[in-house]
């Protein structure tokens, strides 16, 4: 059998692998390599969700690429919006070129002889829907994939749920033909897809109540920033991106300090602005005052205050409070209270899954990434010539994927010039101790960390969070260190 050869295999063509295509094209110019996409179209994420008002949670100087300025007005951006600079960023490279679509890899197995990787993809054909297997081959994978189960949401297993003569959908499962108009909607859920979710569906259904068993901290921005756009007016656009995304940057990095050293302050500034929103009558207790600290979970934010406004205009309205059973109207709570509803929306979370959930072998053994350790944030000890694009948990994603991408190039000239075939990280150090994937408590990650590898307590296998402490070490530091065997 003949198996097509690359220099590197790129899984996922999202924000994460569209932007691998870009740094391999710049710094690499020289090697081969193909995107593979398990769907008929670029996006990933932003292709995927096409629930009602998906936007980002990130402003867009650091959901960017660092190589292409976002220009548009609004800093929290929606969903159609990134879609298009994602795309739009693939054609302007031809990296669009490079996507071999409706690819899924199955299994990714590494033979140290030839030293590469032999990879068994599920092909689709989207106009006759025919599945079949192929194989391709590849030096370096770098798998852009993400963490998320794009083929089912969470879903709790609630009491009732078959009496309900209404709609259930997830949002990650969300069709054209969901009609809310004139309806009575209750939304499951207190996280960033139903804050986005409430405000849009409240413009034309009759009302949406937002269900969530526990708040989660919220602060409102406003959509658009005014010196952004004046800086842009008077600067050339990368000079404006770049100090744009480095004020972003840094405030960002401010305010997670602030509340994980000075929590009670954090709340307290928190709670303040939230009151000034919602007038000094209203009582913040309970439905905005989470029991856990600041930035233990990720924070929602509200682009315009669109959420309080729904609320303040009695278009929607929050319930905290437990589900006793589903009925065939809509919920009983637990506190006796009914709710009342046409279509209830499970915002309930996401499933992750590793490495896109692809099996890995190495010379003939299936490794178990629980038991591998994380090197850097993007590759694992034990796995050869393999990264992955893993984002941050407190700031924006692309931030950290830039600097992986820019890592993988390196790593691979650097194997080119030593005349080294094979990099694998060793888990070789007895003092350093295993610690969780990410250190949060946000349920759908604590779902999935038995399944995540570990991290290590300390350098090169600790996870920092910190995007000037990541540039120093991916985009400056030595590619060699005690941890990385180079063989050739």
């Known amino acids: 059998m003949t198996v097509e050869h690359f220099d590197v295999l790129v899984v996922g063509a999202g924000l994460s692998g569209i932007g691998a295509g870009y740094h391999l094209q710049a710094n690499c110019p020289d090697k081969s390599y193909a995107i593979l996409e398990s769907t008929d179209a670029i996006g990933g994420t932003w292709n995927l969700f096409r629930y009602p008002g998906i936007r980002s949670d990130s402003d867009m100087f650091t959901l960017g690429y660092a190589f292409r300025p976002w220009v548009e007005a609004k800093v929290i951006a929606d969903g159609p919006s990134i879609l298009k600079y994602v795309r739009d960023t693939a054609t302007e490279a031809e990296i669009d070129k490079k996507i071999r679509f409706g690819h899924r890899v199955l299994q990714a197995s590494w033979d140290s002889t030839d030293a590469k990787w032999t990879v068994e993809i599920e092909r689709k054909d989207f106009t006759t829907g025919q599945l079949d297997t192929t194989h391709l081959s590849c030096k370096f994978l770098f798998m852009c994939s993400g963490y998320f189960n794009h083929e089912k949401g969470y879903t709790p297993e609630f009491p009732g749920v078959e009496r309900f003569t209404g709609r259930l959908v997830h949002p990650q499962k969300w069709t054209e033909d969901i009609d809310y108009t004139n ?65 972003r940057v840094l405030f960002t990095m401010y305010i997670f300090s602030l509340c994980r050293r000075k929590p009670e302050v954090a709340k307290k500034a928190i709670f303040g602005e939230l009151q000034k929103v919602m007038g000094p009558d209203y009582n913040l207790a309970p439905h905005f005052t989470p029991h856990y600290k600041p930035w233990e979970q990720r924070m929602c934010l509200v682009p315009d205050a669109d959420l309080f406004t729904a609320l303040k205009n009695g278009s929607a309205s929050i319930a905290t409070d437990t ?29 992750l899954v590793v490495l896109g959930g692809m099996r890995i072998v190495v010379d003939g053994v299936t490794i178990d990434m629980s038991k591998t350790t994380g090197y850097k944030g993007m590759m694992y000890s034990g796995v050869p010539n393999l990264a992955s694009a893993f984002g941050y948990t407190n700031a924006s994603w692309t931030l950290k994927v830039d600097l992986i991408c820019d890592y993988v190039c390196r790593l691979i000239k650097h194997m080119d010039k ?42 090169p296998w600790k996870l920092y969070q910190n995007y000037p402490l990541d540039i120093l070490s991916l985009k400056f530091g030595s590619v060699e260190d005690s941890a990385m065997e180079f063989a050739k």
């Open 183 to 247: 309806k009575r909607v209750v939304i499951i859920g207190s996280g960033a897809t139903a804050v986005t979710l409430l405000p849009e569906i409240a413009k034309k259904a009759s009302h949406v109540t937002m269900l969530q068993r526990s708040p989660t901290y919220m602060v409102s921005r406003p959509s658009e920033d005014p010196l952004a756009n004046w800086l842009r007016r008077v600067l050339p656009a990368k000079v404006a991106y770049a100090i744009n995304r480095w004020w």
């Open 323 to 351: 589900i006793d059973t589903f009925t065939e109207t809509g919920i009983n709570l637990k506190s006796g209270v009914h709710l009342p509803a046409d279509l209830i929306v499970s915002a309930t979370g996401l499933n």
């Open 418 to 459: 030593t005349g080294t075939r094979q990099c694998t990280p060793r888990f070789n150090d007895p003092t350093v101790l295993p610690e969780p994937w990410v250190d949060f408590s946000s349920g759908y990650f604590q779902r999935a960390m038995d399944k995540f590898p570990k991290q290590g307590s300390k350098r």
